[in-house]
């Protein structure tokens, strides 16, 4: 329940329902003054918050009406004057984040994992050209729109290259730890970049088997990749689930973005033109519309069973 000392320090917005709460933020969703929508990222710490300070600036950045891949910034607590707490309004993404359509027990199939992981992978290289690098990407800052349309957001950990070949200079700053994070973050100095190519391969697997295969296996079974036992770890994620069928392209992808050595990880140029992508490339404007109208109506379908929420 959200305090009615914090709902008063922000005048402007009603709050009606809560997003998502994390380690260091909480978003929920509010109407501004007019009824419309959007969501507010309130955070944890007070005015000096890096989190804070660091979302802002890759808002302000990034986030803008000319960048439709990427979630549209709207104004924060920098804008308010008489505001006590962190925030920053950002645009709602009507249908959530991606984590909730996956499920170990009916993963997507590979056409429909395809096109989601296609428009990803050109968002991440949108991004990667403007000489960013998210160092976050997972399935919860994968946001869809009203319209099912594929956004990135969760800037809290997004870095700028003030290089323009968004290569020099390796990062040596801690982000806060999770299963998807690359094996050498926090261990030596790292290529931003080549930690989004391995966060990527993490969601794609994620996107492809149901599930978070680090997580739900207990046992190490990176140690087969670093070890280069390929085949003992794909039949340790295949055990059980004879209906997956993994292609050997989609298993090449995986194996590259997943390697343990950051300097050999390729870029994302590699990944969008990894055969994998081969049928998806190639698609007349048409033949991608059959692709999207796959991936709305298998979305449609997963949200009949979504539990109804009760407002603040």
């Not at 800052?141 to 009203?146: E, F, G, S």
């Not at 950990?157 to 973050?185: M, R």
Request: proline share 4%; hydrophobic share 35%; glycine share 6%.
């Amino acid at each position: 329940m959200l305090s009615r000392q914090i709902q008063n320090s922000i005048p402007k917005y009603s709050f009606l329902d809560l997003i998502h709460a994390g380690v260091s933020s909480t978003i929920y969703l509010v109407l501004d003054e007019s009824g419309k929508e959007y969501a507010l990222k309130l955070y944890n710490e007070t005015k000096d918050d890096e989190h804070f300070t660091n979302d802002l600036k890759m808002f302000s950045l990034l986030c803008n009406e000319g960048n439709s891949d990427f979630i549209r910034y709207i104004s924060s607590s920098k804008d308010d004057k008489n505001s006590t707490v962190n925030y920053i309004v950002f645009e709602f993404a009507e249908k959530g984040s991606l984590d909730k359509y996956i499920s170990p027990k009916k993963p997507f199939d590979e056409k429909i994992v395809k096109f989601m992981a296609w428009n990803i992978a050109n968002i991440v290289d949108k991004l990667h050209k403007l000489c960013f690098s998210h160092r976050d990407l997972n399935i919860y800052n994968i946001l869809l729109d009203q319209n099912y349309k594929l956004k990135l957001g969760g800037f809290g950990s997004a870095k700028y290259f003030l290089n323009q070949s968004g290569k020099s200079g390796l990062l040596n700053d801690k982000i806060l730890p999770s299963h998807f994070t690359a094996p050498e973050v926090g261990k030596q100095p790292y290529d931003g970049h080549k930690v989004d190519i391995f966060n990527l391969g993490m969601l794609f697997l994620y996107l492809r088997t149901g599930k978070d295969i680090f997580t739900y296996h207990k046992n190490n079974i990176y140690k087969y990749i670093k070890d280069k036992k390929y085949a003992q770890f794909w039949s340790v994620i295949e055990l059980g689930d004879n209906d997956l069928n993994l292609t050997p392209e989609f298993k090449d992808l995986i194996i590259s973005m997943l390697g343990p050595n950051y300097k050999k990880r390729p870029d994302i140029s590699y990944v969008l033109d990894h055969p994998w992508f081969d049928e998806i490339r190639f698609l007349t404007y048409d033949g991608l519309q059959i692709y999207e109208n796959a991936f709305r109506k298998k979305l449609k379908e997963i949200e009949v069973d979504f539990p109804q929420k009760d407002f603040i």
